[in-house]
Protein backbone atom coordinates (compact mmCIF):
# COMPACT_ATOMS: atom_id res chain seq x y z
CA UNK A 1 0.00 0.00 0.00
CA UNK A 2 1.21 3.25 -1.04
CA UNK A 3 2.30 5.61 1.92
CA UNK A 4 2.58 9.82 2.44
CA UNK A 5 5.79 11.29 3.58
CA UNK A 6 7.05 13.81 5.09
CA UNK A 7 9.16 15.97 3.52
CA UNK A 8 12.07 18.20 5.68
CA UNK A 9 13.90 20.86 3.23
CA UNK A 10 17.03 22.29 4.77
CA UNK A 11 18.39 25.78 4.33
CA UNK A 12 21.78 25.40 4.82
CA UNK A 13 24.12 28.42 4.94
CA UNK A 14 27.07 27.80 3.96
CA UNK A 15 26.64 24.97 2.75
CA UNK A 16 30.01 23.42 2.96
CA UNK A 17 30.83 21.45 4.74
CA UNK A 18 27.74 21.97 6.93
CA UNK A 19 25.38 19.44 4.39
CA UNK A 20 27.31 16.56 5.07
CA UNK A 21 27.36 16.80 8.12
CA UNK A 22 23.63 17.76 8.44
CA UNK A 23 23.08 14.86 6.47
CA UNK A 24 25.09 12.26 9.02
CA UNK A 25 22.85 13.19 11.95
CA UNK A 26 19.93 12.90 10.25
CA UNK A 27 20.63 9.28 9.13
CA UNK A 28 20.25 8.10 12.48
CA UNK A 29 16.53 9.33 12.51
CA UNK A 30 13.99 6.86 9.88
CA UNK A 31 13.89 9.39 7.08
CA UNK A 32 14.30 7.04 3.96
CA UNK A 33 15.58 9.15 1.29
CA UNK A 34 17.65 12.05 0.95
CA UNK A 35 18.38 14.84 -1.69
CA UNK A 36 20.61 17.52 -2.19
CA UNK A 37 19.41 20.53 -3.44
CA UNK A 38 20.91 24.32 -3.84
CA UNK A 39 20.20 25.51 -0.92
CA UNK A 40 21.24 22.54 1.37
CA UNK A 41 19.10 19.13 1.59
CA UNK A 42 15.43 17.22 1.65
CA UNK A 43 14.92 14.48 3.59
CA UNK A 44 11.96 12.60 3.52
CA UNK A 45 9.94 10.33 6.70
CA UNK A 46 7.41 7.97 6.29
CA UNK A 47 4.23 9.40 8.22
CA UNK A 48 4.02 6.54 10.67
CA UNK A 49 7.35 7.26 11.85
CA UNK A 50 6.75 11.28 12.43
CA UNK A 51 6.04 13.30 15.63
CA UNK A 52 6.24 16.59 16.61
CA UNK A 53 9.51 16.75 18.24
CA UNK A 54 10.57 14.45 15.29
CA UNK A 55 14.00 16.91 14.84
CA UNK A 56 14.62 17.35 18.71
CA UNK A 57 17.98 15.13 18.58
CA UNK A 58 19.54 17.25 15.80
CA UNK A 59 22.39 18.83 17.47
CA UNK A 60 23.27 20.78 14.81
CA UNK A 61 19.79 22.13 14.68
CA UNK A 62 21.69 24.52 17.04
CA UNK A 63 24.51 25.47 16.58
CA UNK A 64 25.76 28.87 16.30
CA UNK A 65 28.16 28.88 13.56
CA UNK A 66 25.42 27.94 11.05
CA UNK A 67 22.21 28.86 9.93
CA UNK A 68 19.65 26.25 9.38
CA UNK A 69 15.93 27.14 8.28
CA UNK A 70 13.37 23.99 8.39
CA UNK A 71 10.30 23.52 6.45
CA UNK A 72 8.07 20.50 6.58
CA UNK A 73 5.26 19.12 4.33
CA UNK A 74 2.97 16.44 3.81
CA UNK A 75 3.26 14.17 0.57
CA UNK A 76 0.98 12.24 -0.57
CA UNK A 77 1.44 8.88 -2.29
CA UNK A 78 0.51 9.64 -5.24
CA UNK A 79 3.10 12.84 -5.60
CA UNK A 80 5.95 11.11 -4.31
CA UNK A 81 7.19 9.42 -7.38
CA UNK A 82 6.97 12.47 -9.74
CA UNK A 83 8.44 14.72 -6.82
CA UNK A 84 11.37 12.13 -6.26
CA UNK A 85 12.13 12.01 -10.32
CA UNK A 86 12.29 15.79 -10.54
CA UNK A 87 14.75 15.94 -8.00
CA UNK A 88 16.78 13.19 -8.98
CA UNK A 89 20.18 14.03 -11.60
CA UNK A 90 22.60 11.80 -13.13
CA UNK A 91 25.84 11.16 -10.75
CA UNK A 92 29.03 11.46 -12.98
CA UNK A 93 32.15 9.67 -11.48
CA UNK A 94 35.41 10.80 -13.88
CA UNK A 95 35.17 10.34 -17.11
CA UNK A 96 33.77 6.78 -17.94
CA UNK A 97 30.96 6.05 -15.41
CA UNK A 98 27.50 7.62 -14.55
CA UNK A 99 24.84 6.77 -12.11
CA UNK A 100 21.49 7.63 -13.27
CA UNK A 101 18.04 5.65 -12.64
CA UNK A 102 15.82 4.50 -15.67
CA UNK A 103 13.86 7.02 -16.38
CA UNK A 104 17.47 9.05 -17.72
CA UNK A 105 18.47 8.36 -20.98
CA UNK A 106 22.06 6.42 -21.57
CA UNK A 107 25.00 9.13 -21.46
CA UNK A 108 27.25 6.76 -23.41
CA UNK A 109 29.37 5.94 -20.78
CA UNK A 110 31.58 3.24 -20.60
CA UNK A 111 30.45 2.36 -16.90
CA UNK A 112 26.59 3.15 -17.54
CA UNK A 113 25.17 2.26 -13.59
CA UNK A 114 21.22 2.01 -13.29
CA UNK A 115 20.49 2.88 -9.73
CA UNK A 116 16.76 3.15 -8.79
CA UNK A 117 17.39 3.81 -4.93
CA UNK A 118 13.60 3.80 -3.42
CA UNK A 119 14.83 4.99 -0.35
CA UNK A 120 18.09 2.84 0.12
CA UNK A 121 21.49 4.70 0.66
CA UNK A 122 24.06 5.23 -2.34
CA UNK A 123 23.09 6.88 -4.85
CA UNK A 124 26.48 8.74 -5.61
CA UNK A 125 25.52 11.66 -4.49
CA UNK A 126 27.61 11.32 -1.20
CA UNK A 127 31.10 12.14 -0.81
CA UNK A 128 31.49 8.84 0.66
CA UNK A 129 30.14 6.76 -2.45
CA UNK A 130 31.79 9.10 -4.64
CA UNK A 131 35.39 8.60 -3.20
CA UNK A 132 34.69 4.81 -3.16
CA UNK A 133 33.04 4.43 -6.84
CA UNK A 134 36.60 6.03 -7.58
CA UNK A 135 37.86 3.57 -5.81
CA UNK A 136 36.25 0.77 -7.92
CA UNK A 137 37.15 2.67 -10.83
CA UNK A 138 41.32 2.43 -10.12
CA UNK A 139 41.74 -0.52 -9.20
CA UNK A 140 41.95 -4.01 -11.39
CA UNK A 141 39.08 -6.44 -10.33
CA UNK A 142 38.92 -8.55 -13.50
CA UNK A 143 38.41 -12.07 -12.02
CA UNK A 144 38.05 -10.66 -7.78
CA UNK A 145 35.63 -11.73 -5.26
CA UNK A 146 34.19 -8.92 -3.32
CA UNK A 147 32.73 -8.08 -0.27
CA UNK A 148 30.62 -5.07 0.02
CA UNK A 149 29.19 -4.46 3.39
CA UNK A 150 26.66 -2.23 4.44
CA UNK A 151 25.83 -2.64 0.45
CA UNK A 152 22.85 0.47 0.65
CA UNK A 153 21.51 0.22 -3.30
CA UNK A 154 24.66 -2.35 -4.53
CA UNK A 155 26.10 0.58 -6.17
CA UNK A 156 29.62 -0.37 -5.52
CA UNK A 157 29.36 -3.71 -5.91
CA UNK A 158 27.74 -2.94 -9.37
CA UNK A 159 30.06 -1.50 -10.70
CA UNK A 160 32.92 -4.08 -9.40
CA UNK A 161 31.35 -6.47 -11.43
CA UNK A 162 30.84 -4.61 -14.81
CA UNK A 163 34.94 -3.65 -14.39
CA UNK A 164 35.55 -8.22 -14.28
CA UNK A 165 34.46 -9.29 -10.74
CA UNK A 166 33.54 -12.87 -10.70
CA UNK A 167 31.41 -13.01 -7.73
CA UNK A 168 29.80 -10.11 -5.46
CA UNK A 169 28.41 -10.53 -1.87
CA UNK A 170 26.71 -7.55 -0.90
CA UNK A 171 25.67 -7.17 2.99
CA UNK A 172 23.48 -5.10 4.71
CA UNK A 173 21.28 -5.15 8.07
CA UNK A 174 18.08 -3.45 6.32
CA UNK A 175 15.94 -5.57 4.29
CA UNK A 176 14.63 -2.47 2.50
CA UNK A 177 18.16 -2.28 1.25
CA UNK A 178 18.55 -5.91 0.74
CA UNK A 179 15.95 -6.03 -1.42
CA UNK A 180 16.75 -2.70 -3.22
CA UNK A 181 19.90 -4.22 -4.02
CA UNK A 182 18.74 -7.45 -5.60
CA UNK A 183 16.44 -5.22 -7.53
CA UNK A 184 19.44 -3.31 -9.37
CA UNK A 185 21.78 -6.15 -9.20
CA UNK A 186 19.30 -7.43 -11.96
CA UNK A 187 18.19 -4.31 -13.91
CA UNK A 188 22.47 -4.26 -14.56
CA UNK A 189 22.57 -7.61 -15.37
CA UNK A 190 24.75 -9.04 -12.88
CA UNK A 191 25.90 -12.38 -12.43
CA UNK A 192 26.94 -14.32 -9.34
CA UNK A 193 25.90 -10.81 -7.23
CA UNK A 194 23.95 -12.18 -3.72
CA UNK A 195 22.85 -9.62 -1.22
CA UNK A 196 21.68 -10.73 2.06
CA UNK A 197 20.76 -9.20 5.36
CA UNK A 198 23.40 -9.57 7.90
CA UNK A 199 25.16 -7.32 10.02
CA UNK A 200 28.34 -9.02 9.99
CA UNK A 201 30.76 -10.88 7.69
CA UNK A 202 30.16 -14.63 7.64
CA UNK A 203 33.63 -15.61 6.75
CA UNK A 204 36.59 -16.15 9.19
CA UNK A 205 38.83 -17.35 7.11
CA UNK A 206 40.85 -15.56 3.91
CA UNK A 207 37.91 -15.68 1.63
CA UNK A 208 37.81 -11.86 -0.26
CA UNK A 209 39.61 -10.08 -2.93
CA UNK A 210 38.65 -6.87 -2.43
CA UNK A 211 36.30 -5.90 0.64
CA UNK A 212 33.91 -2.38 -0.06
CA UNK A 213 33.03 -1.21 3.73
CA UNK A 214 31.20 2.51 3.80
CA UNK A 215 29.61 2.48 7.06
CA UNK A 216 30.16 4.40 9.61
CA UNK A 217 33.04 5.09 12.39
CA UNK A 218 32.06 3.01 15.24
CA UNK A 219 30.29 0.11 13.09
CA UNK A 220 33.78 0.30 11.07
CA UNK A 221 36.16 0.38 13.98
CA UNK A 222 34.39 -2.97 15.82
CA UNK A 223 34.21 -4.92 12.38
CA UNK A 224 37.63 -3.59 11.12
CA UNK A 225 39.04 -7.57 12.44
CA UNK A 226 36.52 -9.43 10.82
CA UNK A 227 37.38 -7.91 7.94
CA UNK A 228 41.08 -8.61 7.82
CA UNK A 229 40.14 -12.31 8.94
CA UNK A 230 38.00 -12.53 5.97
CA UNK A 231 40.61 -10.66 3.35
CA UNK A 232 43.14 -12.67 1.20
CA UNK A 233 46.59 -11.81 1.67
CA UNK A 234 47.41 -9.20 -1.00
CA UNK A 235 43.59 -8.24 -0.89
CA UNK A 236 42.25 -4.70 -1.01
CA UNK A 237 40.40 -3.09 2.06
CA UNK A 238 38.58 0.25 1.31
CA UNK A 239 36.99 2.09 3.88
CA UNK A 240 34.82 5.15 4.09
CA UNK A 241 31.56 6.97 6.05
CA UNK A 242 33.87 8.61 8.46
CA UNK A 243 35.13 12.15 8.76
CA UNK A 244 38.52 13.64 8.24
CA UNK A 245 39.31 14.09 11.89
CA UNK A 246 38.66 10.14 12.57
CA UNK A 247 41.23 8.60 9.64
CA UNK A 248 43.73 8.28 12.57
CA UNK A 249 41.35 6.27 14.70
CA UNK A 250 40.68 4.08 11.55
CA UNK A 251 44.50 3.98 10.97
CA UNK A 252 45.34 2.56 14.40
CA UNK A 253 43.19 0.17 14.10
CA UNK A 254 43.99 -1.45 10.84
CA UNK A 255 47.57 -1.15 11.92
CA UNK A 256 46.49 -3.62 14.95
CA UNK A 257 45.45 -5.91 12.19
CA UNK A 258 48.39 -5.78 10.10
CA UNK A 259 46.77 -3.91 7.37
CA UNK A 260 49.11 -1.10 5.29
CA UNK A 261 47.78 2.03 4.44
CA UNK A 262 47.93 2.84 0.75
CA UNK A 263 46.44 5.77 0.09
CA UNK A 264 43.80 7.70 1.19
CA UNK A 265 40.74 10.33 -0.25
CA UNK A 266 39.06 13.20 1.22
CA UNK A 267 35.85 14.95 0.12
CA UNK A 268 34.02 17.86 1.92
CA UNK A 269 35.44 16.97 5.52
CA UNK A 270 34.95 13.09 4.81
CA UNK A 271 37.65 10.77 4.49
CA UNK A 272 37.92 7.10 2.43
CA UNK A 273 41.41 4.95 2.56
CA UNK A 274 42.93 2.33 1.05
CA UNK A 275 44.41 -0.63 2.75
CA UNK A 276 46.68 -4.06 1.72
CA UNK A 277 46.81 -6.95 3.53
Known amino acids: MAQAYIEYCFSISPKTPWEDILLAELQILPFESFISTE ?3 NAYVPTKYHNKNFLKSVKLLNRNEIEIKVTSS ?3 PENWNEKWESNFNPVYIGDDCVIRTDFHENQGKIYELIINPKMSFGTGHHSTTVMMLEFVLETLL ?3 IILDMGC ?3 VLGILAQKKGAVQIHAIDNDPWC ?3 CIENSKINNCMNFHADEASLVDKDYPFYDIIFANINRNILLDQISSYAKALKVGGNL ?4 FYEDDKQLLFNSCQKENLTLV ?3 ENKSWCAM ?3 K
Open 238 to 241: FLSG
Open 274 to 276: KFI
Open 142 to 144: EGK
Open 178 to 180: VEN
Open 39 to 41: KGL
Open 263 to 265: STK
Open 152 to 154: GTG
Open 74 to 76: EIM
